[in-house]
């Protein structure tokens, strides 16, 4: 069984930067692929951006696409959300993901693993 946690969340102002942790304990995800998902009250959790296992195909929301940066190091066994030039609609719960289940990896249905979230509000 793996734990997944995430942290860096917190208040910013819109126009920052801001960098999330997703560690994973249990056994090594190395050979995963990995994503962040975000979701605010009353609505459903959608994708923010995928990685494969090795960190050389990312893949991302056209509302993050060229602000937001996954990235991975497996020697921490630690996925890496930066986000830059936030945006107050960016205010969200965001939650790691890992191993792809069946359900394709856009859905939340496509992961076997979820961390417990943290909460990211922007400003404006």
């Known amino acids: 069984q793996v734990q997944l946690v995430e942290s860096g969340g917190g208040l910013v102002q819109a126009g920052e930067s801001r960098r999330l942790s997703c560690a994973a304990s249990?056994?090594?995800?190395?050979?995963?692929?990995m994503a962040w998902f975000r979701q605010v009250p009353g609505k459903e959790r959608v994708f923010v951006a995928a990685?494969?296992?090795?960190?050389?195909?990312?893949y991302y929301a056209d509302s993050v696409k060229g602000r937001f940066t996954i990235s991975r190091d497996n020697s921490k066994n630690t996925m890496y959300l930066l986000m830059d030039s936030l945006e107050p609609e960016d205010t969200a719960v965001y939650y790691c993901a890992a191993e792809v289940a069946g359900g394709g990896m856009y859905s939340i249905g496509g992961w076997n693993y979820w961390g417990q979230g943290t909460q990211v509000t922007v400003s404006s």
């Open positions: 249990g056994r090594t995800v190395s050979g995963w692929a």
């Open positions: 990685i494969n296992n090795n960190g050389g195909s990312t």
